[in-house]
């Protein structure tokens, strides 16, 4: 995706891309994040797969595209569990993480790229 001066922002790429964008759906925080991301992608004329257990509306009132899919997975929040019922406060916190590095080491064993989008420093 490149930004063309004027106009939105958005210019087409050479190459058409298909995204699997994985959105964690523990609150709104990530996925209200996400949007503006996606709408840049969408409107560059990629496709894109959201995968995430947060409501199709936060994506769907913001994009109406034909290349943007939204998959219902739920995923994990990150925190440190002892079992099904018991949360680890203290790990949880030392293990906060805005991406889950194991799906980078899934690109590479797939052979595919991948790109981490975060806004921790």
């Known amino acids: 995706m490149g930004i063309a001066p004027g106009g939105d922002g958005v210019s ?19 996925a209200t994040r996400v949007v503006e991301v996606v709408r840049h992608l969408v409107a560059a004329g990629h496709d894109v797969h959201v995968v995430t257990g947060a409501p199709d509306s936060v994506f769907t009132s913001n994009i109406q595209a034909p290349n943007l899919y939204i998959r219902k997975v739920l995923l994990d929040c990150g925190a440190v569990q002892a079992d099904a019922l018991t949360v680890d406060r ?5 293990k906060v993480s805005d991406v889950v590095p194991v799906a980078c080491r899934a690109a590479v064993d797939a052979g595919i790229r991948s790109v981490c989008v975060t806004n921790f420093r």
């Open 12 to 30: 087409a790429s050479r190459e058409h891309l298909v995204f699997a964008y994985y959105v964690t759906g523990h609150g709104f925080g990530h």
């Open 90 to 94: 203290l790990a949880s916190l030392e």
